[in-house]
């Protein structure tokens, strides 16, 4: 799914597809170090703040056998697009307090999601 990030109606699609909204939408990812480092934590926040909920990345990094190299910085993002935390590179855990009162608080001071029409 590293290409997919950058289609937001596919994550809306995701979020908004079932009976009601996800709290949570994951993103495993391998993104190339160079495109990483431009977009990575850009679009992960867009993801968040457009579909209002919780995004969890799980992201490669590091150098491969191949000699590729992959951005890593595996995150949590709150609704609101602030990032929780994240973990650069490396092997290690990303651990961080999803708070769906939080979530519930963004959706009704910005009912943007509320509002739309299709």
């Excluded at 908004?16 to 850009?42: N, Q």
């Excluded at 191949?66 to 609704?79: A, E, F």
Aim: net charge positive; charged share 25%.
């Amino acid at each position: 799914m590293c290409y997919d990030l950058r289609f937001p109606e596919l994550y809306r699609k995701l979020t908004y597809g079932g009976e009601r909204p996800l709290d949570l939408i994951s993103v495993p990812a391998a993104f190339t170090h160079t495109t990483g480092r431009a977009h990575w934590e850009l679009l992960l926040r867009a993801r968040a703040v457009e579909n209002q909920c919780h995004v969890l990345a799980a992201a490669q990094g590091g150098r491969h056998r191949n000699g590729r190299r992959t951005w890593g910085h595996s995150m949590i993002v709150d609704p609101w697009g602030e990032v929780l935390a994240v973990r650069d590179e490396g092997p290690g855990v990303v651990i961080a307090d999803i708070d769906p009162e939080r979530q519930r608080e963004v959706r009704l001071q910005l009912p943007a999601l509320a509002h739309r029409r299709l």
